[in-house]
């Protein structure tokens, strides 16, 4: 069965310094996006992104976040200089088109960044 | 803001028994319901949808039903087996509009079921 994988599994980094996740969708999806959960809470919407630009964004996704689809088959988001409140899990899910049938969408595993 | 809630944090049934979890909506722009399961380490994982033009949505042991003038949906499981143990999520989302497709998630009930 088809998955979307997340890299790296868990990523410890320095308040203040950049990082990147890396996320490789479905290969016929179509509408990419990325979540969070932090420990304990409700998964997030950050942002959704279709025909190689940001469909929507929420309140959460500042501009110390972006995203990036740089070839045909990554799908990134970078969060610029991290504070300790962006430790969470970063969850990267893909679907395959607009219609309703399509929104059960998959998720990978996820990538849990820890800003120490 | 929680536009979809879901007010028990866990629940715990015995093997065999009925799991209802419930979910509750404020956003009148919702109109499509998907529940997700979630193992620890793991992303989460589509279970059922259903959509705002149906009542009922059923799929082997997993039945959805919406109520739309409660703004209420619940998830059943029956027979409920030890491997359905984990936490479970509803999520909603409009079906029109820039915010289609994109999922509010409630909290999460972590469901035990025991042998």
């Known amino acids: 069965e088809p998955e979307v994988t997340q890299t790296p599994s868990h990523q410890v980094t320095q308040m203040g310094q950049e990082v990147i996740l890396r996320c490789v969708p479905i290969?016929?999806?179509?509408?990419f996006y990325w979540y969070r959960q932090i420990l304990g809470q409700k998964v997030e919407f950050l942002v959704s992104?279709?025909?190689?630009?940001?469909?929507?964004k929420s309140e959460i996704f500042d501009d110390q976040f972006s995203v990036e689809r740089p070839d045909g088959s990554n799908f990134t988001l970078k969060i610029r200089s991290t504070k300790l409140e962006d430790s969470a899990m970063y969850f990267c899910?893909?679907?395959?088109?607009?219609?309703?049938?399509?929104?059960?969408?998959?998720f990978g595993s996820g990538t849990r960044l820890t800003v120490v | 803001d929680q536009q979809v809630k879901q007010n028990s944090p866990s629940l715990s049934v015995q093997e065999g028994r009925i799991s209802i979890l419930n979910c509750d909506y404020t956003n009148s722009m919702f109109d499509y319901f998907l529940w997700y399961k979630k193992y620890p380490a793991e992303g989460p994982t589509f279970l059922i949808s259903?959509?705002?033009?149906?009542d009922k949505n059923e799929d082997g042991r997993f039945t959805v039903f919406l109520n739309k003038s409660a703004k209420h949906l619940s998830l059943h499981i029956v027979p409920s087996q030890p491997g359905d143990s984990a936490v479970y999520f509803c999520?909603?989302?409009?079906?029109?509009?820039?915010?289609?497709?994109?999922?509010?998630f409630g909290k999460g009930t972590k469901l035990s079921v025991k042998p």
């Open positions: 992104f279709y025909n190689n630009e940001i469909s929507e």
């Open positions: 999520a909603a989302s409009p079906s029109y509009g820039g915010s289609q497709g994109n999922l509010i």
């Open positions: 899910a893909s679907r395959p088109g607009r219609t309703i049938a399509n929104y059960g969408y998959t």
């Open positions: 259903i959509s705002s033009i149906k």
């Open positions: 290969s016929n999806h179509l509408y």
